[in-house]
């Protein structure tokens, strides 16, 4: 049996800064608690297609899972964490940007 | 120090100038990312976690005054404000945009510094021993040699896509500082009957398969080197592995065959590579060997110096810990240390940098040196500048006393930068630091060096990490495993894995028993901890970390 589909946000790179942007209905978003959450799979692999043909926005789109609190999306692997919030060595970049 | 011809500066100016044309191509949108990215990494510049990352070549990890207040003017300029000194004797910048890159690779050729090789499948950037031209063990300064093989490597057109990327590292020195064991071709300078040669080693390397290399021949003569060398990439560009990146390096193709069949096919090919070289590399490399003439040694007082350190312990402290014998007299070689405990290894900030830099041209003949341990080293300085050197050190935040000691760690950036690493490096390497600084034990302990990796590529060298840590994603959990016993050096050897691996919070934890252990049992504190490990082996460290498992054994 196929497994159950899960919530996922299209994510990238920007290509001009190189970024981490996510999907929103409208265009791309810097924050993940603003994408886009996916709970259809055609429609997912749908907005990921239209993700990918931006080729001159964004870089290496895919589909993320995420967990859905109250609508709000939150990564469920560290590593999506840390794209979300930037390196954890010390406060710079998106952790900073972002506040 | 090599400087540009009318034909390197040339050259550059041309690849820059074609490179900021593909960006321009690809910000149009005329060139789609399958298209640009082969591009891209021919310039050194990746798309990471967070950011592009512009790789910059720094030859055999050798700069002077102007080229490191280039690297900080370009870090101020269009990155945050800092730079990555890396394993390779590299610099790499985290954050740069698409469109600043072509003027960040303009400004490197100011200078004559680019970013050309230092991805792809290509011969890397040669590395050296960082005491280069200083150390008072040395045979000869591999320097000379390393520029006529960048010269060679550069643009070769035999091996711009080869099987995989290739690493050379060269040392002049019997101590082996430059990790030539490990290396696709690691490089001795020898002397045999009052001749130089070489000494070449094939098939080393870290990574998911750590292998050390293997002597292919101990005597090549010098006039020898190159057609020698181009015989060896050579035959591994025909039957290196095509078919299976993770066996495509010449460590792989060098376990296959066996060295006797690869050294064999090597002196078949040899033949006919050593009649297209007309003698004409000897010829560069005498020219070349002008470049790198020692500097004028000066003469002067040594009484500041022991004035200081017989006064100062903060001084005395980093004059024990962070100088090398020169061979020079009355000079010493001072390593700057990258690794403030709880700072991220192997960072500089711009301010950083350019007081380096002034210290290099006020105290050091203009010379610098970055280290694979992800320091930054002046080789030439009189021990009467010491005293007024360390206090600009302090200063700019420069002078921890902990070369070689427990909180000298080598880290790659692992998960907070890198796109392929399955763990963090970084912060483990801050917590070991912070840890063993609070407990102020590191000087007790002595020589011990941890590496560690983010992922299986092991840029963080940790296989010949006395200690060595790998970080891995077990089921979605940072996951980090030890290796004991590892060494980079003349003796070099890959650790031993120790068992299970540790989650993020218990890995400072295992660190500090395994040197508890240590402590408990070397013999004197002249024994180091590695000649300890070699002494009992693995058990006893084992059974401190694994004690549950010391129990159902008993």
């Known amino acids: 049996m196929p497994k159950a589909f899960t919530p996922k946000v299209v994510t990238a790179n920007h290509l001009l800064a190189g970024d981490v942007i996510y999907q929103t209905a409208t265009g791309w978003t810097r924050r993940l608690d603003e994408a886009e959450v996916l709970t259809d799979e055609a429609d997912a692999d749908l907005r990921l297609i239209e993700a990918s043909q931006q080729v001159d926005v964004v870089v290496g789109a895919y589909l993320a899972d995420v967990a859905v609190t109250d609508g709000v999306p939150a990564p469920t692997h560290f590593r999506e964490t840390f794209r979300a919030t930037g390196p954890s060595n010390y406060a710079h970049g998106k952790q900073v940007e972002l506040q | 120090m090599y400087s540009y011809s009318e034909f390197d500066t040339a050259f550059l100016a041309e690849r820059n100038r074609q490179f900021r044309a593909q960006v321009e191509r690809r910000i149009a949108g005329a060139l789609t990312e399958d298209e640009f990215k082969p591009l891209r990494l021919m310039n050194g510049l990746y798309l990471q976690l967070h950011a592009y990352m512009l790789r910059v070549a720094i030859p055999y990890g050798t700069l002077d005054s102007a080229k490191m207040r280039k690297l900080a003017e370009i870090a101020e300029r269009w990155d945050k404000g800092y730079g990555h000194f890396t394993t390779r004797q590299n610099i790499q910048y985290n954050w740069p945009e698409l469109k600043d890159v072509p003027d960040m690779l303009d400004a490197l050729a100011e200078v004559g510094m680019h970013a050309i090789q230092t991805s792809g499948n290509t011969i890397r950037n040669v590395t050296a021993d960082h005491f280069a031209g200083a150390a008072a063990d040395e045979i000869a300064d591999p320097r000379p040699v390393a520029e006529l093989m960048r010269q060679w490597s550069t643009d070769h057109p035999e091996f711009q896509f080869m099987p995989r990327k290739f690493k050379i590292a060269i040392t002049g020195s019997p101590n ?219 200063d700019a935040d420069l002078a921890t006393a902990n070369i070689g000691l427990i909180s000298d760690i080598i880290a790659c950036p692992g998960m907070d930068y890198c796109a392929l690493a399955t763990a963090r490096s970084i912060p483990i390497a801050q917590e070991i630091a912070t840890a063993f600084d609070d407990l102020k034990r590191e000087h007790e302990i002595g020589a011990l060096k941890i590496k560690i990796s983010g992922c299986i590529n092991a840029c963080g060298h940790h296989h010949v990490g006395h200690i060595g840590i790998l970080g891995l994603d077990r089921a979605g959990v940072e996951n980090y495993q030890i290796t004991l016993g590892g060494d980079h050096t003349e003796t070099a050897a890959v650790g031993d894995r120790v068992g299970p691996g540790f989650s993020a919070d218990e890995i400072v934890p295992a660190v500090e028993r395994i040197v508890d252990t240590y402590l408990d049992l070397r013999s004197d504190a002249d024994e180091t901890f590695l000649d300890t490990y070699r002494r009992t082996g693995l058990a006893p460290f084992k059974s401190a970390l694994y004690p549950e498992t010391k129990v159902a054994a008993e």
């Open chain 2, 176 to 394: 082996d500082r430059a990790v030539t064991k490990a290396h696709d071709i690691g490089i001795r300078m020898v002397t045999r009957d009052g001749q130089r040669g070489y000494e070449i080693i094939v098939g080393g390397g870290l990574g998911r398969t750590p292998m050390i290399g293997k002597v292919i021949t101990d005597f090549l003569p010098e006039a020898d080197l190159l057609p020698y060398l181009e015989a060896v990439v050579s035959v591994w560009n025909q039957i290196g592995r095509r078919d299976n990146k993770y066996k495509a390096r010449i460590k792989i193709t060098v376990h296959e065959h066996g060295i006797d069949e690869i050294r064999r096919l090597v002196e078949e090919r040899f033949v006919e590579t050593r009649k297209t070289f007309s003698g004409v590399d000897v010829q560069m490399l005498r020219e070349i060997e002008e470049h790198f003439a020692a500097p004028a040694f000066k003469t002067a007082s040594e009484a500041p110096f022991k004035d200081a350190y017989h006064n100062d312990p903060v001084f005395r402290s980093w004059a024990d810990t962070n100088l090398t014998a020169h061979k020079a007299p009355g000079y010493k070689i001072v390593s700057i240390s990258l690794k403030k405990h709880g700072a991220t290894p192997g960072d500089a900030s711009a301010d950083q940098m350019r007081l380096m830099a002034d210290l290099a041209q006020d105290y050091g003949h203009d010379e610098l040196r970055i280290s694979h341990e992800q320091n930054v080293i002046l080789p030439h300085v009189h021990v009467s500048d010491l005293p007024a050197l360390h206090a600009r050190l302090k």
